[in-house]
């Protein structure tokens, strides 16, 4: 299975969602392989050292360098990272023009995806050739919404892009899922935003909210998933129980 983990908007858990979701899934033994397409590459360095990347999914994007040649280990059994470098943002104009530039992604992970019972794939919070590649790359979306005011914003968009690419480029993607984010189960606000999610996304909204946490915010500048800093935390046991979903709907 490829998730693609997609929102357009920036701050909603989409990085954190990637790197607990397949971190949940090596810890059960599943062979998992993490995909990072932000320019930001802030799930390539909660895992390595930056001065460790000579290659990145730039090279793999662009330069055709093989998948295999670039995937490097994460110091977390069953999960390993193909990384990101900001040399990403240049991607979509080196391949402006270029006949295959949707498929680049999909071409690529086809060489690997034997290896693999499943792939994640952090995306940039934009809906431009990277996010696109990924959805045509990808079996399933998965959409986590900040639980906020604004938690609706854009999600049209979004869905209107999957719709595009389901009718033609990729007919097999499925909407996984809406993973709720960043909750604050404290006010009125957030019940009421759960609602108006639910109103929209129906029986797609994953039963496991994913609730604010210091913990969340703190693994990554430990090069460690939740479930290494602090198993015992409400983000650990939150991010195992989408993990269990996601098995169940896949």
Do not use: W
């Amino acid at each position: 299975m490829i998730i693609t983990i997609a929102n357009q908007k920036g701050g909603v858990g989409k990085t954190t969602t990637a790197i607990n979701l397949a971190a949940a899934l090596a810890h059960k033994g599943i062979e998992t392989l993490l995909v990072d397409l932000d320019p930001q590459a802030n799930t390539t360095l909660s895992f390595v050292d930056p001065h460790d990347i000579q290659r990145s999914m730039f090279d793999v994007l662009v330069d055709g360098v093989p998948m295999a040649e670039m995937i490097v280990p994460t110091g977390l059994d069953h999960l390993s990272l193909a990384p990101s470098r900001i040399a990403l943002a240049k991607v979509e104009a080196a391949l402006i023009g270029q006949f295959d530039a949707h498929f680049r992604l999909k071409d690529r992970l086809a060489e690997v995806t034997p290896r693999y019972e499943y792939i994640v794939i952090d995306t940039p919070p934009t809906l431009g050739l990277i996010t696109v590649n990924a959805m045509v790359a990808a079996s399933h979306l998965l959409i986590p919404i900040q639980s906020s005011f604004f938690a609706l914003e854009g999600t049209d968009d979004l869905l209107e892009t999957m719709h595009k690419i389901k009718a033609r480029a990729n007919p097999d993607l499925q909407l996984l899922g809406v993973v709720v984010t960043l909750h604050d189960r404290r006010t009125v606000l957030a019940r009421d935003i759960m609602q108006q999610i639910a109103n929209v996304f129906g029986d797609k909204v994953f039963a496991t909210i994913v609730t604010r946490s210091v913990r969340l915010e703190e693994s990554p500048a430990y090069r460690v998933s939740i479930f290494e800093h602090a198993p015992e935390s409400s983000g650990a046991v939150e991010y195992y129980a989408l993990c269990e979903e996601v098995i169940a709907r896949v």
